[in-house]
């Protein structure tokens, strides 16, 4: 298909439009990081990096960040296992109800989160407080994992269905039994995938806002929420920016590694 040159100009012009849209908010939230004016007038009167040093001092962000690191590698740890066990049954075993399995393993992601979070929150009331278990961080975990499963259901599944099944049969053509031909044939083959598929569940579980609203307890407080209930803080929007500022930074990396190992892996037959 070409276009007109007046038709590219177009097209591009709305493609820097939309990049600006999605772009420039966060430019400004890295600017205000380190602007020296506590009322984060425009444009900055200076540069500091004093609110780095008070965000690094305060106790609840930092207590904050390590419910969240546990948060995600908690459901990241169950979302590989589940995930993968659910890909493997899906791509390699014909049985009744076989796209139903997959359309409910990814059905979480596509709900509405408040819709998610008002299911596991009553589900959890019902299920696990009669037995004396409230609300807390393992919940989070549980709520968590329902839709970081997804990223690595897809994944693996598109994998294995890439790779398929003519490299395990040479093995067990040669003697390899069913343990040794997944660990020294399939866990390669799906080795960058579960690490993006991975990467990305642990990005999704850290920002994670709306399914903790409802599956949170007294102190399982992520940092999204920790900075929902400051942001409106005068002597808090301060550290507020720099967490905010430290998030993007920080979720590039995963996105990024996640990005090249799955591009890095579209040559594999």
Avoid at 55 to 67: F, P, Y
Avoid at 176 to 201: E, H, I, K
Wanted: proline share 5%; glycine share 10%; with cysteine.
């Amino acid at each position: 298909m070409t276009f007109s040159p007046a038709a590219r100009i177009a097209l591009r012009v709305l493609m820097g439009l939309g990049l600006a849209v999605i772009y420039v908010p966060l430019l400004v939230v890295l600017i205000n990081s380190v602007n020296a004016d506590k009322t984060f007038g425009w444009p900055p009167s200076g540069f500091t990096g004093r609110w780095w040093s008070q965000a690094l001092d305060n106790e609840g962000a930092r207590q904050a960040v390590l419910t969240s690191v546990k948060a995600g590698l908690g459901a990241t740890a169950i979302a590989i296992v589940l995930g993968t066990m659910a890909a493997f049954a899906v791509a390699r075993y014909r049985f009744f109800g076989r796209e139903t399995v997959s359309l409910v393993v990814v059905l979480p992601i596509a709900l509405p989160g408040i819709v998610t979070g008002i299911a596991l929150s009553n589900a959890f009331q019902v299920v696990l407080k009669p037995l004396g278990i409230g609300l807390g961080l393992f919940t989070v975990i549980v709520g968590h994992a329902t839709f970081c499963v997804v990223t690595i259901f897809n994944n693996v599944l598109a994998r294995l269905r890439r790779t398929g099944t003519s490299l395990e049969e040479a093995s067990a053509d040669l003697g390899g039994d069913t343990f040794q031909t997944f660990w020294y044939v399939t866990f390669p083959a799906l080795r960058s995938a579960l690490l993006a598929g991975g990467l990305l569940a642990f990005a999704l579980s850290f920002d994670e806002i709306i399914v903790t609203t409802f599956t949170a307890g007294p102190g399982a407080e992520t940092l999204p929420i920790w900075i929902f209930n400051n942001l409106f803080r005068p002597n808090q929007a301060p550290v507020v920016n720099v967490l905010a500022a430290a998030l993007i930074v920080l979720s590039i990396i995963p996105i990024y590694i996640a990005q090249r190992l799955s591009s890095g892996a579209r040559g594999v037959t």
